[in-house]
Nanobody, 118 residues
Framework: QVQLVESGGGLVQPGGSLRLSCAASGITFSVYDMAWYRQAPGKQRELVAINNSGGTTNYADFVKGRFTISRDNDKKTVYLQMNSLKPEDTAVYYC????????????WGQGTQVTVSS
């Protein structure tokens, strides 16, 4: 059974930091592209950062210089280090795993709430 479990969300003041984790099971983690998305109430889900199976990273413009995505293939975990948080970063953050070899397979975690407020 494939599972992606996010953790590390919570309440933080503007300018603060959080580190999100997403632990995967049931997949060959190292061959999957991992990504973080977020969704605020009433808004579409948006891509935050990608760390593909080769280690290449890409970031949305609104988090460049503030967030860092990384992965530990031995622990089958992807991380999102979030610094200099802003109120507009408030959202549910979702972890995804995708593999696109002959067929596309995509899995999602349940999400973890991040609230940035004073």
């Amino acid at each position: 059974q494939v599972q992606l479990v996010e953790s590390g969300g919570g309440l933080v003041q503007p300018g603060g930091s959080l580190r999100l984790s997403c632990a995967a099971s049931g997949i060959t983690f190292s061959v999957y592209d991992m990504a973080w998305y977020r969704q605020a109430p009433g808004k579409q889900r948006e891509l935050v950062a990608i760390n593909n199976s080769g280690g290449t990273t890409n970031y949305a413009d609104f988090v460049k210089g503030r967030f860092t995505i990384s992965r530990d293939n031995d622990k089958k975990t992807v991380y999102l280090q979030m610094n200099s948080l802003k109120p507009e970063d408030t959202a549910v953050y979702y972890c995804s795993a995708q593999r696109n070899v002959f067929i596309t397979r995509t899995y999602w975690g349940q999400g973890t709430q991040v609230t940035v407020s004073s």
